[in-house]
């Protein structure tokens, strides 16, 4: 029926075509894991189902006077300007956080209105506001 020389050529293909696909697809399952979901405080109030285990980015300004240092955490509110969401954080807060210029927290909800950040993003000149924060604040407007 077939030649030694068209089953082994057959054989190759499907094995290139198996590995591609594997490859494909343990590619986006990394992806899949890795991906951070930015929100808006507004974002988070109106979410219908709130998952403590999944790893999140909350953006908006650092609202005036809502900033508190204690020994092992700072504690501050991210506000759009229509929502707020009081964030916890441990650890040193970079140079340019201060009240109201953009941040972006990383962490995990805890509720509508409480954030565990893990990290925060405000490594920024002063004039500086991230795409993400610039574009809620623009809508929500």
């Not at 020389?5 to 057959?10: G, M, N, S, Y």
């Not at 109201?100 to 962490?107: H, L, M, P, Q, S």
Request: glycine letters at 4%; hydrophobic letters at 45%.
């Amino acid at each position: 029926m077939y030649g030694k020389k068209v089953k082994l050529r057959a054989f190759f293909l499907l094995l290139i075509f198996f590995v591609l696909a594997l490859s494909i697809f343990l590619i986006f399952k990394s992806l899949e894991e890795n991906v951070i979901y930015f929100k808006s405080p507004t974002e988070i109030k109106n979410l219908s189902e709130l998952s403590d285990n999944n790893k999140i980015r909350v953006g908006g300004m650092v609202k005036i006077n809502s900033i508190k240092i204690n020994d092992k955490e700072v504690i501050f509110i991210i506000t759009d300007l229509k929502n707020e969401i009081i964030v916890n954080f441990q650890g040193s807060i970079p140079n340019l956080f201060e009240e109201g210029k953009g941040v972006v927290a990383e962490g995990f909800i805890k509720d509508r209105k409480y954030f565990n950040a893990t990290k925060i993003l405000a490594k920024h000149d002063e004039n500086y506001m991230p795409p993400e924060v610039k574009e809620a604040l623009k809508d929500d407007e």
